[in-house]
C-alpha cells in the first residue's frame, strides 16, 4: 500500500539564498525554478515544479529525476519521498514502518520527524512521531542510536502532508546559475580550469570558455569533451559557448622573437589579451558583457605561477581575474574533478604545452615582459581572434565530430590493433589480439612501423588513437581510429559475442 503512494522529490534550498534581502531572495528562487525547468526539460522529463517559502517539490516516477536535479545550483539536498495526508498518528506510523523496515533491518537507526512551513496546518507532533515509529521500526533492527545511525528515517510535515523521505541526494548547494554575471573561462581540457570554473558556476556564474589551442585536432577534441561535461551535467539555465582558437602561430612567435625565460608569462599574457577582445565581441553581439575572466591557477604549482609572474600576467588585462583555485592542493583538485565528472577525461588529456623551457623566470617585472612584447607583431594575434570557432556546447555532437576519413567502425580481420591505454587497463581487458602501446612510444616507433599492414587504433574516449592514427596517415601507413573509444569497442564485442569488462 504505501509504495503506491505518490512519489515526489522534496528539494531543500541552499541556506545562503535563505539569508538574502527579500527581493533578492526572490529572484534568486526565480532564476532557480527556471533551472529546473530546464533540466528537466533538457533530459526529456515532463513534471510540474511546485515551492513553499523552504521547500521545492517535483511529483516525478522518472528514475533520471533525482540524480538530474541533484546537480542543479542553489540546491541543497533533495530527498525521495512518499507523501500522504498527516491526518492521524496511528496512520502515519504504519506507513513509516512498511516504508523504513527493510532499510533499518540489522543496522542501527534514528527517526527524525520535523515540521516545515505554516505550522498552523500541523497537528501532528513531532516527538511523537519520532517515538512511536522508532518503537515501530525496532523489531528486526540492531537498535537505535541517535548519535550516529547507520540510517536515518526522515519524515517531513508540510501543511497537512507527511513526507517519508526514503533516499537523499546531497546537491551543490551554492547560488543558482545566472543570478552573479557573465566571465569567461580560459579552459584547457585540464584538471585545473574544469573546477575552475565549476566553482564559478556554483557561485551563480554563467559562464562560456575560451580555449587557446597548442595541441592541433586531437587537444581540441579533448577540450571540448571537458566543457560538455560542465555543459551538459552542470549548466542548466545556460547555453555555454566555447570559443576556440588556433595559438600554434601565437606560440611559434614568441618562440621565435623573445627570450626563452618569458616564454611562458608571454604565453599567458597572450592568452588573457585574447580573452578580452573575445569578451568584449560576445558582448557587442549579445548585449551582455564579460564581466570577469577565470583561469584555473595555483600559487607556486608551475614556474608561470610564482605570485611575481602572477601580478605580471595579470597586467596584460584591463578585467578582473578570478582564479577560484588559487590555495588548493592538487590532489583537492583530482578529487574535485573526479565529483564533477571531467576527471576521466583530463586524466588522458596530455597537458600540450609549447613552451617548455629548460630555465624558466620564477620572478618577473612588468618592465621586462613588456620589452619583450615589443618584438611581438599584433597581427599574428589578431589573425588567431579573426579565425575563431564557435561551439554551441550543450548542442554539439562530438561523435558526430570525428574525422570521417579515420574513423572506422569494425576490426578487420587481417588489421593490427593497438591499444593506447595504459599498462592496467588494458591487462584488464582488451580487443583479442590487441597489442599494448602507450601513446609516446608509438609516435616515436613510427619510421620503424611495417608499411604493409592496416592499423586498427583505440583508447579510452578515441582522443588519443585519433591523434596517431593522423600522425601515422602522414608517414604513409593505412591507420584507423575505431569510432566510439572504449564504450564503441565493447559494444562491437559484446554484439560478436566476445568477452566484454561488463560480462567477463
Not at 610564482?306 to 601580478?311: D, G, K, M, V
Request: charged share 25%; glycine share 8%; with cysteine.
Amino acid at each position: 500500500m504505501s509504495e503506491s503512494l505518490p512519489r515526489v522529490l522534496l528539494l531543500r534550498l541552499s541556506g545562503e539564498i535563505g539569508i538574502k534581502a527579500k527581493a533578492t531572495r526572490g529572484r534568486f528562487e526565480a532564476q532557480l525554478l527556471r533551472n529546473l525547468g530546464d533540466a528537466l526539460r533538457s533530459e526529456g522529463i515532463p513534471a510540474p515544479i511546485s515551492r513553499t517559502r523552504s521547500r521545492i517539490f517535483v511529483p516525478s516516477d522518472d528514475p533520471r529525476a533525482p540524480e538530474i536535479l541533484a546537480r542543479v545550483f542553489g540546491v541543497q539536498s533533495l530527498s525521495v519521498a512518499r507523501v500522504q495526508l498527516a491526518e492521524k498518528l496511528e496512520s502515519v506510523v504504519e506507513t513509516g514502518r512498511a516504508l523504513f523496515r527493510d532499510a533499518v533491518a540489522r543496522r542501527r537507526f534514528a527517526v527524525r520527524a520535523r515540521r516545515v512551513g505554516d505550522r498552523s496546518k500541523i497537528r501532528l507532533s513531532t516527538r511523537d512521531i519520532e517515538r512511536e515509529l522508532g518503537t515501530a521500526l525496532l523489531p528486526g533492527s540492531a537498535g537505535v542510536d541517535l548519535e550516529d545511525p547507520e540510517f536515518v528515517a526522515r519524515v517531513e510535515l508540510h501543511e497537512g502532508q507527511a513526507y517519508f523521505c526514503t533516499e537523499s541526494w546531497p546537491g551543490p548547494a551554492g547560488l543558482p546559475l545566472d543570478v552573479q554575471g557573465h566571465a569567461l573561462s580560459l579552459l584547457s581540457g585540464g584538471f585545473d580550469s574544469a573546477v575552475a570554473s565549476w566553482q564559478l558556476l556554483r557561485r551563480g556564474v554563467r559562464i562560456d570558455y575560451l580555449f587557446c589551442n597548442l595541441g592541433g585536432r586531437a587537444h581540441q577534441q579533448g577540450t571540448l569533451r571537458v566543457a560538455k561535461v560542465l555543459a551538459d551535467r552542470w549548466s542548466y539555465g545556460g547555453r555555454p559557448q566555447l570559443y576556440a582558437l588556433d595559438f600554434d602561430a601565437v606560440a611559434a612567435e614568441i618562440r621565435a622573437q623573445t627570450r626563452t625565460r618569458y616564454w611562458q608569462v608571454l604565453l599567458k599574457r597572450q592568452m588573457l589579451r585574447a580573452a578580452e577582445q573575445v569578451g568584449r565581441s560576445v558582448a557587442a553581439g549579445s548585449g551582455r558583457g564579460v564581466d570577469a575572466l577565470i583561469t584555473g591557477e595555483v600559487v607556486g604549482q608551475v614556474s608561470s605561477q610564482t605570485l611575481p609572474n602572477l601580478a605580471t600576467i595579470s597586467q596584460a588585462t584591463a578585467l578582473p581575474i578570478l582564479r577560484p583555485l588559487v590555495g588548493m592542493n592538487k590532489d583537492d583538485i583530482i578529487r574535485a574533478a573526479e565529483r564533477i565528472g571531467s576527471a576521466p577525461i583530463s586524466a588522458i588529456l596530455d597537458e600540450y604545452c609549447a613552451m617548455a623551457p629548460t630555465r624558466p623566470a620564477t620572478t618577473s617585472s612588468v618592465a621586462a615582459v613588456q620589452a619583450e612584447e615589443t618584438r611581438l607583431d599584433p597581427a599574428v594575434l589578431q589573425r588567431a581572434l579573426e579565425t575563431r570557432q564557435t561551439f554551441d556546447l550543450r548542442a554539439l555532437d562530438l561523435d558526430a565530430m570525428t574525422l570521417p576519413e579515420l574513423a572506422i567502425d569494425g576490426i578487420p580481420d587481417d588489421a593490427t590493433v593497438l591499444d593506447l591505454r595504459p599498462r592496467a587497463a588494458y591487462a584488464a581487458w582488451h580487443w583479442p589480439g590487441a597489442l599494448s602501446l602507450d601513446l609516446d612510444h608509438a609516435l616515436a616507433a613510427l619510421p620503424a612501423l611495417p608499411r604493409d599492414r592496416r592499423y586498427v587504433l583505440y583508447c579510452e574516449f578515441g582522443l588519443k588513437s585519433e591523434h596517431l592514427a593522423e600522425r601515422m596517415r602522414r608517414e604513409g601507413l593505412e591507420a584507423w581510429n575505431f569510432r566510439g573509444g572504449l564504450k564503441g569497442l565493447i559494444a562491437l564485442a559484446r554484439t560478436q559475442g566476445r568477452p566484454t569488462p561488463e560480462l567477463g
